[in-house]
């Protein structure tokens, strides 16, 4: 198992620009999320999904647009980057209540 | 606002000492879960504790809950250089899964 996959490793944008970043799973868990981390702050939670085709708000969700078409993937959108989404995100999923996280991205808007 | 704070934010031990950090959060949970973060990293989950459980062990690792004061504790017992990381509480409200600011530990050899 590959487990949670996260594409790009690493991404440099310009403010206004729009991008995807690819979070994918192959252990068949219902429960996605997104998170960032930001220095000192921890991890904050964008946006999670219980299932396919189920979506939700997290603490942190302005700004970013996430959707859940298969149980494999759970991509997040960026429709207008903005210098404060600088930040290394993180995808998990989650199998009784334990998440397993992927490597994350790296972000910096310039 | 941060549901889960850590406690201290930073922790410096010898090889061999016992390393404790305290998490206090804000409403009821469902349960609460540790972490450990390497540098540059993804997270690793460490141990969940139930709200109706009031202590949990795994190998080196002890895990407190106190629901009436609303906090919990990780303790490392004879902890290791290999050990040095980020440690972060995390708590289940409903359901969304919350972390906290965490503790950076560094084992000295």
């Known amino acids: 198992n590959a487990g949670v996959t996260q594409t790009p490793k690493f991404q440099v944008l310009k403010t206004g620009q729009s991008m995807t970043l690819q979070c994918a799973q192959d252990?068949?868990?219902?429960?996605m999320s997104w998170y960032r981390q930001d220095p000192g702050m921890g991890l904050r939670l964008i946006h999670y999904?219980?299932?396919?085709?189920?979506?939700d708000q997290g603490e942190v969700p302005n700004g970013y647009n996430v959707s859940r078409s298969t149980t494999e993937d759970f991509p997040l959108r960026l429709l207008s980057a903005a210098p404060s989404q600088t930040s290394v995100y993180f995808c998990?999923?989650?199998?009784?209540?334990?998440?397993?996280f992927g490597p994350g991205t790296r972000l910096t808007v310039l | 606002s941060q549901q889960g704070e850590e406690d201290p934010q930073a922790l410096s031990i010898q090889e061999g000492e016992n390393a404790t950090m305290n998490c206090s959060y804000k409403?009821?949970?469902?349960?609460l879960q540790w972490y450990r973060q390497n540098s540059g990293r993804g997270l690793v989950h460490l141990i969940l504790?139930?709200?109706?459980?009031r202590e949990k062990h795994s190998g080196r690792l002890r895990v407190t809950l106190d629901t009436s004061k609303k906090s919990s504790s990780l303790l490392i017992t004879a902890s290791r250089a290999a050990d040095t990381a980020s440690y972060f509480c995390a708590t289940a409200v409903t359901d969304k899964l919350i972390f906290g600011t965490g503790t950076r530990l560094q084992v000295f050899p």
């Open positions: 409403t009821s949970i469902n349960n």
């Open positions: 998990a999923s989650s199998y009784l209540g334990k998440q397993f």
């Open positions: 999904s219980v299932g396919a085709g189920i979506t």
């Open positions: 252990m068949n868990h219902e429960y």
């Open positions: 504790i139930r709200s109706n459980e």
